[in-house]
């Protein structure tokens, strides 16, 4: 089967896709980015850059291992890209170029400005403390002269104003962003304690002052710096749904012309009534009519459902199925943006920001907070200049104070931290947090909705009547079966165990496989009379001449701990619901074993979406756990969603949470530890709260010292911190 | 106290130098590919049998 797909009328030289691609600089160098796909280890990032390096033109090969992505320069006059790209294609990875400027988003610059601004928040902390520390210790042995103290507070300006000035930034375009549009956050009182602190010292330092605030304001940024850049990096992680997607549409498409001859086609210029040709294990690029060919296809990514459909000329075929058998032609009906894989990203991408913007915990606490503070600190002004008799910069200087003390530094970090805890946890179980508030939208879920196919179940065929069948002919029949890419062949391979592959089979499209006088296939092709059993499986048929036919049965098996973990969801308080894209004779046994009375078949993607809309109104907190790209919209509307990592790429962008591994349990596993995130996340809220409640009566009262702040700070931040890392101590084995 | 006059600045030119440090390295893309990197070690390419 193999050599027709080779020997197709396909320029070796740069696809047109991929020349778009490539920039050619003055000295005949050119440059490609591409995507990787399959790409898991150091040793595939090994083996995709020896077998560039070994070519004379290319002058540099570079895997990202972390992004999956290859940076390739190579003389563009010595060899062309086809040429590169199909040695890498030969190790069996897919490549996709992109265009770098199209996905820089500025989400990576934002991450190293926060990183720059922490270097130099961190060093001015350090150096400020040092003198800090010089004038306290003078000011409690008596023997430092006003001029030294001076000296020091001077140099202390020195390294914390442009520090300030330069690492502040951040928090004051955001503040300045807020206070523009009329709203508050956590930014406003933050950025007016920092500078207010700054500014009072300066003020201090010229007038030969005795207490300088310079070390709170650079301490307070760096630890302000720390919580926001942990925060960030949680949230980075998620790579947008789009993104996921380049690596998934078929980059290019094969055009047969009105002469017969095929040529290749960036898919953006496939045009309604032009006829593709699709290779066996190619992913069909349009959506249209089988004009040729037959066979069957793999439709799980737009289905969800596992088993192949067989295809014969008059079928439809979707864009993003994969062709299992032998070679098609598609008479194009919808090509690009008019295909129903399209339809389902937009609706993925439609659910996404049509879901009301869940507000954080932390900034829920903002809006209480800011003005709170602001109040306190307005009122202790007047309190001391109008009743208390002071003048008004000694008022000012209390009012400064309580700013400082206020100034949510362990607010800053009690959400970060316990976030960055709990992604580590989850990470050792297996699990990938994708949402930075994943845990706080899961921790408020009352309801789960299940997929079937993929997510309850394994989403493959498995061999059931093995017991049945005498293990030299499953392994007679496991070679035949070898060479060949259809589900059940390969269950029955992987059912069989390691065997050698028969190269001389033949594989008749849509009905089997024969050597010699022995077949495997349908019932038709191995001429069995007897009738199957009624079981709901599927089957293969094998029969050796002169034997009689011998039947494997296939079924799509639950998952071994479903069961289990279905009941241990329900008896903690979730509501466990199924909805599936399958026929309701599958679904509703499987719903009966795991004791789940709510449950829906037939589902498309919309519906899925609109029943999920329901729950919402109806005031539930759903989430939804799917892998098929029919899941996505539904993955993306609901309060959070879990997907595991053997699921479409598009449903593991929409989800909160990707699993691994072949069992449920990490679902579970998830769930209990977003509500402890959430109980760590409250209590480290009421650490800071009083802590607050402490310090702020000694601020307005006027007794203050620049020492006391820097102990209350750094104390607060460190109290959170320990209490994070408890989410370790329990959670030892 | 002639000594502040020295130890000072020689305190805060160590410190500008790590911060030095840090920016090159970030600049330089030393934190790009974290995973990689780690795995790369494992392999000896320059090792020629």
Redesign the interface.
Known sequence: MAEIALNEDIPTDAPADVAAYIRTDETGIASLNLAVENLH???C??RIE?ALAARDAVTSAR?????RRLALHWRADQAGAGELLGAVAELGYRLVPFDPELLRDGAANED?TL??AM??AG?AA??VM??SVAVWGGEASGDMGPA?RDLLHW?SAL?ALPAVAYAGRPFFRSAWGALRHGAMNMDLPISVAVLLAAAMSLFETISHGQHTYFDASVGLLFFLLIGRYLDRRARSKARSAAEQLLLLSAAAARVVGTDGKVRALPIGAVKTGMTVRVAPGDRVPVDGRVSFGQGAIDASLISGESEPKSIKIGDWVHAGTMNLSSPLEVNVAAAGDDTLLAEIVRLTAAAESGKAAYVRLADRAARIYAPAVHLLALAGFLGWWGLGGLDWQAALLIAVAVLIITCPCALGLAVPVVQVVASGLAMRRGILVKAGDGFERLAEVDTLVFDKTGTLTHGRPELVNRAAVAAPVLARAASLAAGSRHPLCQALVRAAGPVASRLEVHEQPGMGLALGGTRLGNRVWCEVAAASPKDGNSELWYRESGQEPVRFAFRDRLKPDAPAVIEKLQKAGWRVEIASGDRAEVVEPLARQLKVSQWRADCRPDEKVAYLQDLAQSGRKVAMIGDGLNDAPALAVAHASLSPARAADVAQAAADFVFQGERLVPVAVTLLLARRVRRLIRQNFSLALAYNLLAVPLALAGLMTPLFAAIAMSSSSLLVTLNALRLHARDAP | ?TA?LIL?PA??FL??L??GA??WA?RSGQ??????A???I??D?DLEC
Do not use: K, Q, S, W
Request: glycine letters at 8%; charged letters at 20%.
């Open positions: 280890c150091g040793a990032v090994r020896a895997v990202n291992l972390t992004t190293r990183l720059r270097a130099v060093f350090a150096n040092m003198l030294l140099i390294v | 106290m502040l000072i305190a805060l410190g500008l790590g911060l840090f920016l970030l934190f790009e590919d974290l995973d990689g780690a795995e790369r494992l392999y390419d």
